[in-house]
Each structure stands twice: as C-alpha cells, then as structure tokens.
C-alpha cells in the first residue's frame, strides 16, 4: 500500500513532554468544563479496526462549537484560559490526515464519524488516547473531522504520533497546515457610491433578483445592519435551509440568512494571541464581497456628495450565508476552510463565493477548496472563486480546478476624472475619487522628490518649507504607503499630491482615499511630467476634478494584478476561466478609514476596493439569477452558460486590452468578460457532472487514494476501471492543446447540450481562427429537435505552421444559430511553452494599489 508521509522532521526528544504540558492547562479551563457538562458520554479509543465496543452519544464537533460559542458569550473574561492552552511549543502542528477510502466508518460501532475520526487518532497517540480514556468527551487533538468534503480529519500531532500513523493500514496522507490569503489588495479607501455600477442594461430582470436563492460567502467577516444586509420585505429563507445565526438575534433576518465563525484550527497558530470577538467580527473585505454578490438596494448611497444612486449586489433577491474563515492579519486556515465548506453543504447553499487562495495551493488532494468544491459540485453546488492577484507575471493563476469557476478581474468603464494640467499646457489624464469642492484650481508651485528614489518616502523633505502651498509629484513605492504620504503632506500644509503608479499596473489606476486633493497617473504619464520639470526653471500644475465620468469606451482592460494562465495544476484547461468587474468595485464597508468629514452617513458605508476578490462574488451573484432562472441546470451547465457568452471586445469592439495596451491574451481573460444578459439564455452549453471528472484525475496522475479523496463522499473508484480521458478532452467550455509534434493535428471531443427552446440548427464557425491554424469541426452542423438533446462533435486542429513552437496561438470555436452564438476559446501551445513558463515563473507578489 502507498504510504505518503508528508512531513519530514525529525522529532525532537523533549517533544512530547512538552506538549502534554502545553495541552493540560487547556483542558482545566473553563472551555473544558463546560464541554464537559454539556454532555454525558461513554466513548470507545480502542484502535479502529480490531475492537467492537460500544458508544452512547459522544460529542460531536458541532455540537462542540456551539459549546465554544456558548462559552465565548458567557464568560469572555475567562478568554486567558484558553490562550494558555494554546501555547505549545512548536512540538505539534495541525495536519489534515487523509484516511483510505474504503474504510468507511461502521455505524454499528460508531454513533458518527467524529467518533470514528477519534477512535482512529486515538490509536496512534497517546496522550489523545488518554485524555480519551480519562474523558470520553474530550479530544482536543482532533480539530475538525469532514463529513462532506474529504474522507479525514484535522488533528494536531507531532512528528513522532504522525510517524507511527504513516503505519496504520487506513493512513493515506497528512498535510501539514497551510494559510491562505484573501484574494484582494486594499486598494483606495474612498467613500462613494454609484448606481447599480458595473451593468446599465440587462442584468437584472425585473422577474428574477435571484429570490430564494442562498450564496455562501467565505470570508473574513461582515457588518450586520448594514444598509447592504437589510432584510425588510425579503421572504424568509427556503424550507431546506438548515445554518444557523451565531450574531445576536437582531443581526440576522431575511437577507443575512447565517452567519458563523470557523476558527478551531487558526487558534493554535495565534499563540497567545487574542481569540477573535465572536460570533464574527466586521471586516471591509467580508462585507464589500457579501454585498457584491447579494447586497440589498440601498437608494440614495453616494460618492463624497456627488453620484447619488442606488447600490446593489448582483442578485439583490437572493439571501447570504455567511462564513468567517479569514482573519485579520492572520490569513486563512486551511482546515477552517475546509469545515466552512462541510458545513454549508449541509445548510443549504446554492452557490459558493470563495475570494480565499493560494497559488502555491499544490495539487487538488491538499487544497480545501479544490476538495470542498468538488463535494460542492457534487450537490449541485455552484463555486465561484477568485484567480489571485499575482499577475501580470504568468502561471499564478491559483483555484485550478476544472470544477470550479476561476474568475479574474477587469476594469468597468467608470472612471472618477482628475487631470493635471501643466504649466506648459499638457494635459495628463489622472483619476481620483476624492473631488473635494473647495479645491481651487489654479496653477501652483510644482515640486517633485529628489533627494531619495522620488517615492516622498524621506519625511525630511516633506516639509512645510518645501512642500507648502505646492503640488507634489510621488511615485509609489518606498517604505510608506500613498496615504500616509498623503497624510503627510496634508499636515505639511501641500496643496496637492500626484500619484505615479507602479510600473506594472500600465494604464490601470487605482486611486486612493487622499488626505489632501490628489491625482493619480499612469507611470509612464510621469515621464511627459519629468520632461516637463527638467526643462522649466519654476515648473507648475494644477489639478482638474471631472468628476465620474462613466462609459469609458476603452473597457474593460485586464486588470493588471489578476493572475494568469497557464494552469500549473491542469495545463490542458485554460485557467481563469472568466474574467469580472474587480477594479475600484464601490460596495458595502463597516466603515471606510482614510477620508474625514464624508457629507452624510451613508458615504460613511461605502468604499473602493480592487481584487480578483471583487470580481468572483460579481460572477457568484450571476450565477444565483442564472441558477434561479435554471434550476436543473448543472454548476458545469450555468458555468458554460457564463463562459460562452462572453465578451472578448471592448466598447469600442476593439480586443480587449491588457494593462500594458497589448490585446490581452486568454490566460489573462480566460473566455472573456462576463456578459450576464447572454449568459442567461446561452443556447447550448457544456454539460459535465461530477463523475466526469474521476478518469480526467485519473489521467492527470492522482492515486486511487487521492482521487477517491477528491471525489469523497462518492464511494471509492479504481482508476483502471476508468476511461482514459485526457486533459483536452474533458467536455469544457474552452479548448486547450498542445501542438508540437508530428503529425502536428490533434482530436478534441466534446458534447453540447440543447438548452434553448426546443429545435434549432447549429453550424460551426472558425471565421474567428487564425491562418497559422487549421481548426475543423466533424460534423459542422448540428440538429437538435428537443431541449436537454445532447450532440458529439469532434474538433480538428492542425499547424499549418510548425513554428508554433514556443508561443501560444489563439482562436475561437463558435456555433451559430438564428438566435444564439455559442463561442469556446481555443488555446494552442507547446509542451515548450508551458516547461517555460514553469521555469520563469516569479513569486514577487504585487499589490495593487
Ligand atoms: C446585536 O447586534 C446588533 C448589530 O450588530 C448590534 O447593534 C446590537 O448592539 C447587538 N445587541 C446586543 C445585545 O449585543
Ligand atoms: C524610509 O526610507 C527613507 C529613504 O527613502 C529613509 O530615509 C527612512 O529612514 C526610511 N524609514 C524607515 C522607517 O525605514
Ligand atoms: C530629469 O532630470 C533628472 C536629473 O535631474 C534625470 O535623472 C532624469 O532622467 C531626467 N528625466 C527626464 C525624463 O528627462
Ligand atoms: C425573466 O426571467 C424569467 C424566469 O426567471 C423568464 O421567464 C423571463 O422570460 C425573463 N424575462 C426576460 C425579459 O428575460
Ligand atoms: C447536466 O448534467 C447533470 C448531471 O448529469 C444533469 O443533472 C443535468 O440535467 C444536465 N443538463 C444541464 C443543462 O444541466
Ligand atoms: C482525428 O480523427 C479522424 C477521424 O476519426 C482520424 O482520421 C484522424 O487520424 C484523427 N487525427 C488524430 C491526430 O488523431
Ligand atoms: C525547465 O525545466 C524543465 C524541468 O524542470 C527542463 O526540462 C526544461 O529544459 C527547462 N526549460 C528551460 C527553458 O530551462
């Protein structure tokens, strides 16, 4: 039997006395106690498989949380009891432990799985088995155990207990913990708000906001009584919901359905730290992508006084169930991630909007969402998440999964316009949300850094004798953020301040909430001002608000920080998959720092942020009308609903952008930019169910083991009794193959479902290939004379041109009717490309912003 042991460390000898020490104040806190008391139980530790004995109820781990929860209400001040038990001493580390799949836990012996998980951990560790024997209710080592997501459990050890585990006949793997990151950067701080933004025309119709319609929203946290979250004349949640509300009783109602906090496996790497305000603590990021995707209209939300209008999320119908996974400053748990996703399925969740990531998550066996997706998935769940933010450097993409919906970001056409106009009269294009008013606009002083690198990062040239009265030009960068640049020059009583953005965001700017009037530019603008400033003896500027002017035909571009393709995990998928609104995104805060005096309360509850963060929760809220309009319809079929009906030209029905003004390539769009009022009436789409997966694993090299973990709680599978499927073959809405040997051509199968209205005829399109390739579709035409009719084609593509070798070149598959145009992208590259792309692969993380 394959044994894959994951951790390498030897134990140290003092291991284990130290951890009991670390463990047993734990156990005399109060925590304990109460646990205790709460439940009466005899429990079998004897080690699984040999032993039959018997169990009354044990406790489970739900019912342990809600005791924790209890216990956080009750007595908060007993709170450094429980820190002390968390203070082991770097001997145990958390570990997800994969168990074999064929050993399912036997419900004669077992009254649940927790119980089984904990008989099973008690074989191999001592001290679990003894805390065991001296209190069955009490097993602290173990910190969740999975019902849905995966066959395993999540337990701390050392490396000496997980040495003897790797001999147990039911050990597959242990992981060692892993934190993963919130998928946005805190860009601008600014106060504002349009209207329902990103779509004018279409999104909504008015029969369908998405009502009865439940999106789970992992996150780190939300602000209840929110405008956003108000849940006056929503119907009360559909029958099958079954999640709970851990906030106070009058934070919950009808539009903020659920709201809990997963932190079991986070707290013992906080070390002392304080344990987080329960139930959930109000986060900008939580509550900016819970109101994304299902934000209650909010009339008369404003931007700094100006842009009245009313806010919404993309399905203002549909209720939020919230999931507190992240935290601040401490990223995000793997294993918390994981029991979020366990425990959602079971409430009751349409859709999933998961803006959490890594992109060095490994492969899909360790990844909880790749895990939990696919159990998702498997309840018709839909996932929708967040592709990183570490483009524009390639092979970042990160939430690979061919079964989830990997969405990148883009810009909308609002931009909020500030110039600057140069003594000589040049006129440069900048953007800032704050437009105060006040600000006279007339020609000043203009200085620029020059005693260090130009970033204002030296506060001793910031002073009022150099900066007063003057407008001050700064790149980013340096060791202090542009609002505390921002800040201090207000204090040092400059005029106003002109932002140069990084080199790497090109033409994308994302301004921030300044202290003092501000323009933001372009870095290459800067150099026209640098010109300008070397040539004049008393060089000036001044700064003009235009205010927010929206219908930029340049739009969207693709958002510099959204990370790209290829996929490391899965090369044969294009990966992102969609491409969403994710730059200077105005939706919910708790409340927005940066700016004083905001005109009235409602600016105080809207703010700006960028991320692929923002853009997944847009497609989520989509996905809800989509699912709400469908409600058979598959998460593969409402994905390639989504993806075939994209975007791929801009405003001016030009290629979309990239932020450095090339044609942006599909690794940074995937199929293009989300056009939700096709996406609901796609014609045909891309069907795949959770079974057509297993041989695709099986074919990208998992083990029996790991794939039968992935696709837990299905029963176990043999990947030699499975098809061979190969990665191109996978019936997805996009078509990626490598073209690099003889005889240069290759066969992609796929099946299209008939989900328009009844019959129609389809004829194959390749007007949109180019010359270098040869792309033909056997048979061209498809007949369909019933809706859910499925039909096969196979599509043919060859080289005209061998020298395809290291590029990647681009096309796209459309079938035609009357009334439908439904449109695949075709990537085509070599093995060359992709070992290239691995080897250069940077792990400079950007921040946008
Ligand atoms: C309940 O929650 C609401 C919203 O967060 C808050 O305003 C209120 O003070 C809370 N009430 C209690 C008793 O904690
Ligand atoms: C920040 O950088 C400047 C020079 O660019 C330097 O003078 C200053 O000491 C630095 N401050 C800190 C806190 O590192
Ligand atoms: C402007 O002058 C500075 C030196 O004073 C020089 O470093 C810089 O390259 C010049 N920039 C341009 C755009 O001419
Ligand atoms: C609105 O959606 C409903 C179903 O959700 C559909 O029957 C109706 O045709 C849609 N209307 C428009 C204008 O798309
Ligand atoms: C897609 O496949 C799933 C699973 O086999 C099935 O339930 C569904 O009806 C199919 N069609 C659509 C349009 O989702
Ligand atoms: C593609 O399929 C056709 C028809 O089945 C076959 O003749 C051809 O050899 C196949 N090409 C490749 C590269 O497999
Ligand atoms: C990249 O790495 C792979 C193996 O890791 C190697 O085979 C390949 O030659 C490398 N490519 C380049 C361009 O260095």
Redesign the pocket.
């Known amino acids: 039997m394959p044994i894959e042991l994951v951790a390498q460390n030897k134990p140290p000898q003092i291991s284990l006395t130290v951890a009991i020490l670390g463990v047993q104040p734990f156990r005399q806190s109060l925590w304990y106690v109460m646990a205790k008391k709460h439940m009466h139980a005899s429990f079998c530790w004897t080690p699984w498989p040999s032993s039959i004995c018997s169990s009354s109820p044990a406790m489970d781990y739900r019912e342990q949380r809600l005791a924790v929860v209890v216990f956080f209400f009750l007595a908060s001040w007993l709170l450094a009891a429980v820190v002390v038990g968390h203070n082991d001493h770097g001997v145990h580390k958390n570990y997800l432990i994969i168990v074999r799949s064929p050993y399912e836990y036997d419900r004669r012996v077992y009254k649940d799985v927790s119980s089984w998980h904990a008989s099973l951990l008690a074989s191999v560790c001592d001290q679990a088995k003894e805390e065991l024997e001296a209190d069955p209710a009490n097993a602290p080592r173990l910190i969740y155990s999975y019902r849905n997501v995966v066959n395993g459990f999540s337990a701390r050890l050392t490396t000496e207990e997980l040495g003897k585990m790797a001999q147990a006949d039911w050990f597959v793997k242990a992981v060692p913990e892993k934190t993963y990151q919130l998928m946005t950067t805190h860009t601008p701080r600014m106060l504002g708000l349009t209207g329902p933004t990103i779509f004018h025309a279409g999104v909504w119709n008015r029969s369908n906001m998405g009502e009865g319609i439940i999106i789970g929203v992992l996150d780190g946290g939300i602000t209840?009584?929110h405008p956003s979250f108000d849940g006056t004349g929503m119907p009360p949640p559909p029958a099958k919901w079954k999640g709970r509300c851990d906030?106070?009783s009058?934070?919950c109602n009808n539009k903020l359905i659920g709201a809990r906090s997963f932190f079991e496996s986070a707290r013992w790497n906080w070390k002392g730290g304080d344990d987080p305000v329960l139930p959930i603590d109000e986060s900008e990021h939580g509550t900016h992508t819970s109101s994304t995707a299902a934000g209650a209209f909010v009339p008369g939300a404003n931007a700094m006084g100006s842009g009245m209008g009313t806010a919404a999320g993309m399905a203002p119908g549909a209720h939020l169930a919230f999931y507190q996974v992240c935290f601040v400053g401490k990223g995000c748990d793997r294993d918390d991630i994981l029991a979020a996703i366990d425990d959602a399925m079971e409430d009751g969740v349409d859709l999933l909007s998961i803006s959490i990531g890594d992109d060095n998550a490994g492969d899909f066996a360790a990844d909880p969402i790749a895990l939990g997706g696919y159990s998702a998935i498997m309840r018709g769940i839909f996932v929708s998440t967040a592709a990183g933010n570490n483009g524009p450097d390639v092979a970042t993409v990160a939430n690979e999964a061919p079964w989830l919906l990997t969405v990148g970001a883009a810009t909308t056409d609002r931009r909020a316009v500030a110039d600057v106009k140069l003594g000589n009269g040049l006129e440069i294009r900048g953007e800032s949300y704050y437009q105060p008013s006040t600000y006279v606009s007339k020609l000043r002083p203009l200085v620029r850094d020059t005693a260090a690198d130009g970033t204002c990062s030296d506060k001793s040239v910031l002073t009022s004798e150099q900066v007063s009265g003057k407008i001050v030009l700064c790149y980013t960068g340096g060791n202090m953020t542009n609002l505390q640049k921002g800040s201090i020059l207000h204090d040092a009583g400059a005029a106003a301040v002109i932002i140069v953005s990084q080199d790497w965001a090109g033409s994308v700017i994302s301004p921030k909430a300044h202290a003092l009037p501000a323009a933001q530019i372009e870095y290459k603008s800067a150099e026209k001002i640098q010109v300008y400033m070397n040539s004049s003896k008393n060089p000036t500027a001044r700064l003009v608000f235009r205010g927010t002017v929206l219908g930029n035909r340049v739009s969207p571009i693709a958002a510099p920080f959204s990370s790209r393709g290829p996929s490391k995990q899965n090369p044969g998928i294009l990966k992102p998959d969609i491409t969403g609104p994710g730059v200077n995104i105005i939706a919910a805060v708790p409340k927005p720092e940066g700016l004083a005096q905001p005109p009235n309360e409602l600016a105080y509850k809207f703010d700006i942020m960028s991320g692929t963060s923002m853009a997944a929760p847009h497609i989520s809220g989509i996905a809800a009308l989509i699912k709400k309009a469908h409600p058979t319809w598959s998460p593969a079929a409402i994905k390639s609903a989504m993806m075939t009906t994209t975007d791929i030209r801009d405003r001016r029905r030009m290629p979309i952008l990239d932020s450095d003004g090339h044609h942006a390539n599909m690794f940074a769009l995937g199929a293009g930019f989300i056009n939700p009022t096709r996406a609901m009436n796609p014609g045909l789409v891309y069907n795949l169910s959770a079974h057509d997966y297993i041989p695709y694993l099986c074919r990208l090299g998992y083990s029996d083991h790991e794939m039968n973990s992935i696709i837990h709680p299905a029963p176990p599978m043999l990947c030699a009794q499975q098809p061979v499927v190969e990665q191109k073959d996978l019936n997805y809405p996009s078509i990626t193959v490598v073209l690099d040997e003889e005889p240069y051509a290759v066969n992609v199968s796929r099946a299209v479902t008939n989900v328009g209205n009844g019959k129609a005829v389809y004829t194959a399109s390749t007007d949109e290939v180019p010359a270098t390739l040869s792309v033909t579709v056997t048979p061209s035409r498809l007949r369909f004379s019933a809706v859910n009719e499925v039909q096969t084609f196979t599509v043919t593509i060859s080289s005209k041109n061998v020298r395809l070798k290291k590029r990647i070149t681009e096309g796209q598959l459309k079938w035609v009717s009357g009334k439908h145009v439904v449109r695949s992208p075709i990537v085509v590259s070599s093995k060359k490309f992709f070992q290239n792309q691995k080897n250069t692969t940077s792990t400079d993380q950007h921040t946008a912003g």
């Open positions: 209840p009584g906030f106070n009058s934070a």
